[in-house]
């Protein structure tokens, strides 16, 4: 007698062959290009590796304070005021050293004009809120 056609059983894939998902990081040759910067004069590979794990270690605390702050503020978007509170809490921005003054005397022309309101002619601020 025929029987009924049965479908063939899938074999189960083991957690083996699935890819690893990466989490993002900073470019090494990034943080070697700034270290080099501000070094100015060589450094062995093994102290450049210790830089890149600290390096990494302090983005990921960095982002965890950020991300602690706003949501104790009870947003779900990190605004100027986290990084303000961050800074002042690191002791980086005092009231002697505003962060207006930071970011005037450590980032490029292109990007103060991004942070810092400023007035234009047609009696416009930029950026414009």
């Known amino acids: 007698p025929l029987q009924p056609l049965r479908p063939k059983p899938v074999p189960k894939s083991s957690g083996a062959s699935r890819k690893k998902t990466r989490e993002p990081g900073v470019a090494s040759s990034l943080i070697k290009k700034i270290f080099s910067h501000y070094v100015k004069m060589p450094v062995a590979r093994d102290a450049f590796k210790i830089v890149e794990k600290c390096s990494v270690r302090y983005f990921k605390q960095l982002s965890s304070d950020l991300e602690a702050y706003t949501h104790h503020a009870g947003r779900k978007t990190v605004e100027m005021a986290d990084l303000e509170v961050l800074m ?13 003054v930071l970011i005037e005397r450590y980032l490029p022309l292109e990007y103060r004009k991004l942070l810092i309101p400023i007035a234009v002619s047609g009696n416009k601020v930029i950026p414009w809120k």
Request: aromatic fraction near 0%; hydrophobic fraction near 30%.
């Open 88 to 100: 002042r809490r690191q002791g980086l921005v005092t009231d002697k050293m505003p962060l207006h």
